[in-house]
Every structure is written in structure tokens, then in C-alpha cells.
């Protein structure tokens, strides 16, 4: 895939997200609850690299197992990720802790590259998320003798999150009923009593 069909891709992406209908009704849609998720999913899109390495598409995997807490917009937990780097013609593997608020999340920890032997190193990246697609930018350093120690990374992630330990859903109670007005009873009118004309 020519980098510019990545390019692409990923704007379009982004526009996705950013021009995302949000529900008009809170209770739109599926509930989400507090509790143990484990997404899961796919990654692509452009890695850069220096004047040594070619730039190319990446297309790899993740899993995550986090604690979402739906009333304060707070999530932690941990990834796991492995890619292929076809511009650089090499595999990575990265894995470590992730936290985040709200749309806006972080994760860092050990990077391991392997194709042109095995190399270790760390990573971080920045994620913006939004229901089961997020956007993110990640810097990563390899160690030892490379032709490139400095990377970057500008993706799109699709996860789709099994719920594992999770709060049940609240139902909003009904209000109270109005009071049953008692029916009154009509009591039976009289018969008129007829009137004789007068002879």
C-alpha cells in the first residue's frame, strides 16, 4: 500500500472520530458500566523513520485488559501489541501499563524489534479514543547496533471491549404514580311526574 494511501486512510480517520454523531438521549445506546474490560483488535497505519530506513504502512494486533470507572471518566490498566513495519521491513512487540481520562490516554514500556535480529528498547504513545476507535502517535528508541534508533508511529486502532468483571446495569426507578381519583357515584334522578292538561 503506497504511503499516501496510508496518509489518507488515517485523515479520514481522524475526520471519523472528530465528526462522530454523540447521542442526543443519555440513555442511548448500549450501557457501559464500570468495571473489567478486555478489548481487542487491530492496528494500522504510517510508520516515519529517518533519511536511513524507508517510511511504510504498519498493520498489526492488540489486546488490553483495563478498569474503566464510568462516573469519574478514569481508565487503567494494561496492552499488549505486536506489528509488522513494512517500510522498515521488521516486527515489533511492545507491551506495558496504559491510563487516561476521559478520551485522552497514555502508555509506555518495553519494545522489542526483531527481523534484523532481536533488539530491545521502550516506547510511549499518546491515544485519543472514542467508543471502539481511537487515533495515537507513538515515539519509540531501540537499543544496540541499528541502523535506526528513533522511530514514530501515526495510527488508527479499532477495539472492541469484552466486557470480563463488570457492574450490572442500573435501571432508572419509575416516579411516583398519581394519586387514583375515587369515581362518585350519580344518584338516580326522579321521574317526572306528568302534568295533566286542564279539561
Known sequence: MPTLAVAALIALAFAAIAWSPVPARADAGPKITSGWYLPFGFALGLSIHGPNVSNGFFLGGEVSYVYL???RGFWIGGYVDSLYDFGAEVGRFSVGPEIGYGVFGV?????????????????????????????YGRWGHVFGDVAEHDFGELGFLIKVPIPIDVEPVRRPRPGPQPPVQPQTQQEPQAAPVPVTPPQ
Open 69 to 71: 470507572d464510568v462516573e
Open 107 to 135: 502508555d509506555f514500556g518495553y519494545l522489542a524489534q526483531f527481523g534484523d535480529g532481536y533488539r530491545h528498547g521502550t516506547s510511549v504513545r499518546v491515544v485519543l479514543t472514542m467508543a471502539i476507535a481511537a487515533i
